[in-house]
């Protein structure tokens, strides 16, 4: 893409998200949000989802994004299913937390 061929350089990321595991793509979207690309962050954690909708995980870091995006309400949906879901009673106080101040 920093060649100028944005092209040839979306055919090879979208072969590569194809193939890529949960933690490979949830590695990719919090690059993205990193980097200020919030849109194609939700995308490729609404990709994750779609790929893996038993894992909690990918429900959580897509409700990260949307609260980062400001989407208060979308976080909130998110975030809630992430709670749902998960057994692990740390991150569900993390996520209590996170629905406490979206909500509060």
Do not use: C
């Amino acid at each position: 893409a920093r060649q100028g061929k944005q092209k040839e350089a979306e055919e090879i990321m979208a072969g590569a998200l194809d193939s890529a595991t949960e933690a490979q793509l949830n590695a990719y979207g919090y690059q993205l949000m990193n980097g200020g690309e919030i849109d194609k962050a939700i995308a490729a954690f609404q990709a994750n989802a779609d790929k893996h909708p038993d894992s909690w995980n990918v429900y959580d870091s897509l409700a990260e994004a949307y609260m980062t995006r400001g989407d208060t309400k979308k976080a909130i949906e998110f975030y809630k299913k992430a709670l749902s879901m998960t057994t692990d009673e740390a991150q569900k106080g993390r996520i209590r937390g996170q629905l406490s101040q979206l909500e509060g």
